[in-house]
Structure formats: structure tokens, C-alpha cells
T-cell receptor, first 116, second 114 residues
Framework: DSGVTQTPKHLITATGQRVTLRCSPRSGDLSVYWYQQSLDQGLQFLIQYYNGEERAKGNILERFSAQQFPDLHSELNLSSLELGDSALYFC???????????????FGPGTRLLVL | GDSVTQMEGPVTLSEEAFLTINCTYTATGYPSLFWYVQYPGEGLQLLLKATKADDKGSNKGFEATYRKETTSFHLEKGSVQVSDSAVYFCALSAGAGGGNKLTFGTGTQLKVEL
């Protein structure tokens, strides 16, 4: 158990809908990262938040947005869903001491999203 | 941009065989390098890491050495077990621009048979 929790574990929805994925980081970790794992794109970084503020952005679609709340949990919002958004979405957390050197990211179990 | 290249899988080995999974990278500066493992139905777990050239990461019998001259971080294990069957991901973190995002390779599936 990494200490990172994600809900829900599975999500089935229809095209055009909007969903919210939730992540609680390990106790004491200030950074939260979101990754998407799909068969065709592999594991891709979406976005990072540090202590409530956006720190880095990757290949995140404009239809997707995220935020980190004062209690450090994070939510990833996916809207106007398309079939191609079906994937496994992982959240990870790290202490992020600011050195940027080899800090371990701890991954949650993921949310499997299926868009029908 | 940064990238990681891993050998294609699946790799099928007999128990107690020697394992090598190749990983090479392209990055500006001096990235940190990682191997993560994903067991069926689970999230990713850190297996080992190295943060500077010539560092050797090791854990649970697995080893990898950060080779700057060949931009490689190959994963090795002397004697694999059935329980090592999983998907292995090589990754780097360049740590530039204030972010610590991980750039992953495509993953290599390992199957170990009795």
C-alpha cells in the first residue's frame, strides 16, 4: 500500500459526459501528479500541483482540468468525454523538497475509466 | 524533448534465468532514472532509482547502473522467480523548470514460467 488513495476504482460513463476523479496523497506529501495510461499512448504525464498551485503541465487536453485543495487532496475533472478518453488514470504524490533530484513518486491504484 | 526507450516485450523466461531489460534515454542535463513495476491490476511501485552517473540502484535482487556515457539504465536480475512476472517501466525525471514529472518508456512485460 503506497498510502495514496484514489476514488472511484472504476467508472463507466457515456460520451459527452463529465466525471471527477479524486486523489488523496500520502500524509506529508505536497505534490500531486496525474498520469494517463492507455494502450496507444502508454503512460503520459498530465499535470502536477504543488501545495495548491499548478507547477507543471504535460499533455493535458483542454477538456480536462485539475485542482488541489487546501487539505492537499486533488481532483481531475474530465468533460465532454470521448471514446478515446477511456484509460487508467493514476495519481501520484511526492514530498517535493524543491531539489528536483530523484524524488520518489508514490502511485495510487488508479481509476479505470470506460467511456461508452 | 525527454524520452525513454525500452526493449519490446513480452519477455518470457524460465524460473532462475538471468534477466536483462534494456533502457536508454534522451534528456537535457542530468536526469534521475527510475525503474517502476506494475503487477496485474495494481498501480506502479518504485523498484529502484539512481540520481547521478555511475550510481547503482538495487532492490529485491534487481540492479541497474546509471551509465551517462551510453545514456542507459538497464535492469538486471540474476535469478528470476514466477512472482517477478509483471510489467516493468523505465522512467526519467529531468527536474527542470520546477516540475518533477516522470517520462516513461513503453513498458516491458515479463513472464516467468516454472
Amino acid at each position: 500500500d503506497s498510502g495514496v488513495t484514489q476514488t472511484p476504482k472504476h467508472l463507466i460513463t457515456a460520451t459527452g459526459q463529465r466525471v471527477t476523479l479524486r486523489c488523496s496523497p500520502r500524509s506529508g506529501d505536497l505534490s500531486v501528479y496525474w498520469y494517463q495510461q492507455s494502450l496507444d499512448q502508454g503512460l503520459q504525464f498530465l499535470i502536477q500541483y504543488y501545495n495548491g498551485e499548478e507547477r507543471a503541465k504535460g499533455n493535458i487536453l483542454e477538456r480536462f482540468s485539475a485542482q488541489q485543495f487546501p487539505d492537499l487532496h486533488s481532483e481531475l475533472n474530465l468533460s465532454s468525454l470521448e471514446l478515446g478518453d477511456s484509460a487508467l488514470y493514476f495519481c501520484a504524490s511526492s514530498v517535493d523538497s524543491g531539489t528536483g533530484r530523484g524524488e520518489t513518486q508514490y502511485f495510487g491504484p488508479g481509476t479505470r475509466l470506460l467511456v461508452l | 524533448g525527454d524520452s525513454v526507450t525500452q526493449m519490446e516485450g513480452p519477455v518470457t523466461l524460465s524460473e532462475e534465468a538471468f534477466l536483462t531489460i534494456n533502457c536508454t534515454y534522451t534528456a537535457t542535463g542530468y536526469p534521475s532514472l527510475f525503474w517502476y513495476v506494475q503487477y496485474p491490476g495494481e498501480g506502479l511501485q518504485l523498484l529502484l532509482k539512481a540520481t547521478k552517473a555511475d550510481d547503482k540502484g538495487s532492490n529485491k535482487g534487481f540492479e541497474a547502473t546509471y551509465r551517462k556515457e551510453t545514456t542507459s539504465f538497464h535492469l538486471e536480475k540474476g535469478s528470476v522467480q514466477v512472482s517477478d512476472s509483471a510489467v516493468y517501466f523505465c522512467a526519467l525525471s529531468a527536474g527542470a523548470g520546477g516540475g518533477n514529472k516522470l517520462t516513461f518508456g513503453t513498458g516491458t512485460q515479463l513472464k516467468v514460467e516454472l
